[in-house]
Nanobody, 124 residues
């Protein structure tokens, strides 16, 4: 059974940092791309970052460039989203998802499995 479990969310003040984790199981982790998405209150789900199986990162949201990074530890079947200089506009539920393919995509419908999400709240 494919499972993705996010953790690391919480409440943080503006300017602070958080590291989200996405622990995967049930598939050959290092064969596929993993993406991070977020859904802010009242907004559509948006792609944030993705990491290919080769470790190449792709940004899909300009506002996080220079503040967020994605990395993966294939030995631990885990992908991380390091978030720094957080802003209230980053408040959202963050989801990780796996795409059955080598390359990344910013299109949520191309992803095959999703985690349950973790809430990130940034106070001003």
């Amino acid at each position: 059974e494919v499972q993705l479990v996010e953790s690391g969310g919480g409440l943080v003040q503006a300017g602070g940092s958080l590291r989200l984790s996405c622990a995967a199981s049930g598939f050959v982790f290092d064969d596929y791309a993993i993406g991070w998405f977020r859904r802010a209150p009242g907004k559509e789900r948006e792609a944030v970052l993705c990491n290919t199986r080769g470790g190449v990162s792709t940004y899909y949201t300009d506002s996080v460039k220079g503040r967020f990074t994605i990395s993966r530890d294939n030995a631990k079947n885990t992908v991380y989203l390091q978030m720094s200089s957080l802003e209230p506009e980053d408040t959202a539920v963050y989801y990780c998802a796996v795409l059955w393919g080598e390359y990344c995509s910013g299109l949520h419908y191309q992803y095959n499995y999703w985690g349950q999400g973790t809430q990130v709240t940034v106070s001003s």
